[in-house]
């Protein structure tokens, strides 16, 4: 047996350096009060108190002394009587050991912290289980809001006022009451759509808009108010489906496995086997109501629909892709500004085209042609993906348009870029002004 | 008397032979499966089975067997309980004769059908006949919405995933569960602006913003739940009137007879004999809640805001026309690609400018100009039209201003063109990308 | 003691002569029929009969006749059924001494008056007190909205169809019922959103879609429909407030006096010692439901928007008066078309630039660049401001994303005007055809 030879050993030791290396250093740049892997440079606002309670909140010490439930209700009900007549009306109040606000809030008022899913999940294990197996699923996830979010650089270079309006959604990860509001944390107002759209709106994510315009939402904007909300998700029990009666079936708080094409973001094969088992889990979903026939031929519907998107939205990635090829995208790869803890990306630029390649980074800091194909790919796109989804057309018709739109102005801008043989001039999405703006408040 | 001269006889000759082949022609290009001109060219998606059920859908053949009204029911109970609980609690179902699934479908479950408007109108015959009885309005109407659309040559042409989208609402003239979803088919459901704006939202007809920002629909918002949506559409049964209740009073199947601005689509006489026949319908029916003058004043006002409208569109139309004469527009009609089964436009080509001339075939393959005039008309001006008849003001103001944008556009575009005496490039509308793209899909 | 100087007597002279002669002309200017500095140059269209009905109500001399209470009642129970089921489901029908249609319209049916809001504070004194009151608070307030609007040159200049529908919102100086609809007048029906965003939606001020993207507005969607409305707007009676719960406290109708950032228009100093009184009333109001430090952060947060949405209005100010000073701007106030009664701006013209310069007259009839910045302050900061007021993160986002865009759009065309060294071309804000059309129409 002869000895190993030296392209052994050599990969052996750098690996045995700088895979522990390479834990420890994302380890210590997530080590930083709150999430994300920039948390060591990124200073979130003063209301991150009250979105990331767990790292932020800091009890203020108004009244000394220590209360167990009646107590607490007995001062509260003079000082703010809303949220004691909420609880009065939830089942904590209700329950025969009746979970009160020193069971969540802790009893020391000058200690007193914000139930995190930790505390909700000493009763609630099964929901809580459910919710943190979404990160199964990577992101996007409920789960995984929160920290990928701030993994992102972008977040970091961008306006404060911009990611941190962002953020205010991405609590869901770590508070349960984006859902089940303060203080009834009712079941039945998370069974309605309205629990979901304060997030669930605009673009990249129009759910709103595609769920209220199709059918099933106009059934429950008009009749939805008659409804018995307090029955399970089950067939049978609603007229017409809501968000949660179809993506968390019988109160299933996980909301990943079900989703064939993903959250449209990237061109997936409908017809895999697992992919099998989830349309048919859909048409068994579906044939509450419908004949499986319809439900059917309403995936295929979607599946028409995701190949054209993808058609044109491949054509655009091709385009980009022949003007790297001839270094015709300006700024390339290494004329980028770095970003903070940029130090993989410095040693080795590259420049990411479409999802594989990780387009979610050019929000900004591209050239424009590469924006263009960001807005076609992460809006347009999106958006018809969410009609075709959701039963509603309009949103369908004005995707496409929109994505046909794009594609035209990408195929002109590449026309001249090849011709001249020159890359475009700075722009707002560069590393100028935007890019810059701000850099010091993060 | 002298022998009839050779004019009298060929024009005779030909029109005996030319106009049954004209019938002819028509009736075999319809005569593919499906509505419109191009029957026997345009493929229609997958959903077409239930859109447009007569012609397309196909029974699953699943379950063996012959079933009659409580069988149906009996299996059904378990199978699909949403849509028995909705039929329970129609009139079907309390009817002293009921109305069964099988009265409906069928009782072959190998060959069951889709509930066709002609099936409604065995019983509904009232309904039906005043539906149909659009049909002598022209387009648009209900009930020729799904046959003229597929008579439109860019049904054709443009890509697939967005005139399937168009299509979706078209299906109204199919197919009566459009407005009364099935089970319930419920008269009160109809009577609800839900009812309506799943199709009436969105350029080029806002209804149901314009219609809930006015205060009527916002005092639906607020209010309507409470209502009682048993009660016909009658004076003094509802505090604040929905679209049915303007638009098909009593109940009235038929939505065109009152219209005076029709849809806003061509200018017209307000004050012709025939339209103060109407606006004396329109002024007794306000004066339902409002004083007769207030109703008055308001159409007056409608009428001076068309007349703005249609000032600015004819100044657009007049440039556009002095273009053409100086063969300045590009492509002209010549040089437009033939649309499939274009034979009689190939033969003698036109530009059409304007509503009158057809300007409804300039969503595309026109000139970039030609385009923006198109834009102008079908949004901004539909738009400022039902803000105006539905009393958004907010609707007005915005169309009205980007009608002046797309005026002063027209005008600068006009200049340039007369100026350097050549016409614009190439573009998107034209027959280019857009055009061509997918044509083989469709 | 010596003579006074000539420089002592001139000036007193003048002064004695030329401000009695202002206040002369402002009210000779002001006494034409309805409101408004132009009030002799600008003719109202006929609604104005119902949107200022003091100033311009007819009535119809169609009935002869005097009639009292339950005489009016009789007929118009037939006649309008709708309207008298209103009023007897009203506290007006219901009092003991009960409020008849006669003693608001009059009993003189050849006569009969609009109800103004001086006939309603026969009996609601103290509302139309508090109404009225909030004048003390400048313009924007509800007391001064259309005598103020109509103060407003470009209301003489801009188009008719435009104008009209901006008024059909500022009536509310002129009638109670824009809030409290005919003919309930239902305190409950103007505690719910919906009575105030008739008018307080889209740009400049999208408060009804900030309100209902928050979770505030959420909750009212989901449940409002089922609250207690006839309770007054005070701690403990609602589960979520609305618009009126907050600035409307107690039903006090005066919404001016709490504001901090004012209507988002002008950088004021938050922390001054007026606000500082403010903010202590927003902390308690919020305190009914929340913990008084997250009313407190909530505030902080919005002043940090506000500071960096100020921080970018005032780099693109900086900009324009840069080329303000080296003469660049065209049309400069010299070449601006004179509005009508614009003496004293015809003798000193100046350019405006930024709110207290008196931005708000560049809607139009200026350079490109004055108008970018008038939609980046007007549009995109007001935008985010009620983003970030009322609870709604994607407003913020969408508000900043679109200040960056105009803050670099401006930056560029300041650059190339400076570097071209001369002025922008001609254009729609300007003197030409937006600004003429229909100047003989208003």
Same mark, same amino acid.
């Not at 015709?328 to 700024?331: A, I, R, T, W």
């Given at each position: 047996m002869s000895k190993p030879p030296r392209y052994f050993w050599i990969p052996l030791i750098l690996s045995l350096i700088l895979v522990p290396a390479g834990f420890w250093y994302v380890g210590w740049s997530k080590?930083?009060?709150?999430?994300?892997?920039y948390s060591r440079q990124w200073v979130p606002d003063a209301m991150f108190a009250y979105w990331n309670p767990t790292a932020f909140y800091k009890p203020v010490d108004t009244i000394v002394g220590k209360f167990e439930g009646e107590q607490c209700v007995a001062c509260h009900t003079?000082?703010?009587p809303g949220i004691v007549k909420d609880w009065q009306a939830s089942r904590h109040s209700h329950a025969e050991k009746k979970v009160y606000c020193s069971n969540c809030h802790g009893n020391d008022h000058q200690a007193l912290h914000m139930p995190t899913p930790d505390i909700c999940a000493t009763c609630h294990a099964t929901q809580h289980n459910q919710f943190e197996d979404e990160?199964?699923?990577?992101?996007?996830?409920h789960a995984l809001a929160m920290e990928r979010a701030l993994d992102a650089k972008h977040f970091v270079d961008k306006p404060k006022a911009e990611v941190t309006a962002c953020l205010h959604c991405h609590s869901v990860a770590s508070k349960?009451?984006?859902? !089940?509001?303060?203080?009834?944390?009712s079941a039945a107002e998370a069974r309605r759509p309205e629990a979901c759209i304060t997030? !669930?709106?605009?673009? $990249?994510? $129009?759910d709103d808009e595609t769920y209220f315009h199709s059918k099933h939402g106009q059934l429950y904007l008009a009749q939805?108010?008659?409804?018995?909300?307090?029955? $399970?998700?089950?067939?049978?029990?609603?007229?017409a489906p809501t968000c949660a009666y179809c993506h968390?079936?019988?109160?299933?708080?996980?909301?990943?496995?079900?989703?064939?094409?993903?959250?449209?973001?990237q061109k997936i094969n409908p017809l895999s086997s697992g992919n099998e088992i989830k349309r048919k889990q859909w048409i068994k979903l579906c044939s509450d109501c419908h004949e499986p026939e319809m439900a059917a031929k309403s995936l295929t519907a979607l599946d028409q629909e995701r190949k054209r998107a993808w058609d044109k939205l491949f054509q655009a990635e091709s385009l980009l892709k022949g003007l790297r090829r001839k270094s015709?995208?300006? $700024?390339s790869a290494r004329q980028r500004p770095p970003y903070p803890g940029d130090a993989p990306d410095k040693l080795w630029p590259r420049e990411a085209i479409g999802f594989l390649e990780?387009?979610?980074?050019?929000?900004?800091?591209?050239?424009p042609i590469e924006r263009n194909y960001f807005e076609m790919w992460y809006f347009s796109n999106l958006g018809a993906y969410k009609g075709a989804a959701h039963g509603d057309a309009s949103f369908v018709a004005k995707g496409h348009q929109a994505m046909e739109l794009s594609l035209e102005s990408i195929r002109k801008q590449a026309e001249t870029l090849r011709t001249l043989g020159k890359t475009q001039p700075t722009n707002?999405?560069?590393?100028?002004e935007y890019t810059d703006y701000n850099r010091e408040h993060n």
């Open positions: 080590s930083g009060e709150g999430a994300g892997l003079s000082v703010t990160k199964r699923f990577g992101f996007p996830s349960c009451d984006s859902c !089940h509001t303060r203080h009834r944390f997030c !669930h709106s605009g673009p $990249p994510h $129009p939805g108010a008659q409804w018995d909300w307090s029955k $399970p998700l089950r067939k049978g029990n609603y007229p968390m079936q019988d109160g299933k708080h996980q909301v990943a496995d079900k989703s064939i094409w993903k959250f449209g973001i015709l995208l300006y $700024p990780g387009q979610s980074s050019a929000f900004y800091n591209v050239s707002i999405w560069l590393n100028g």
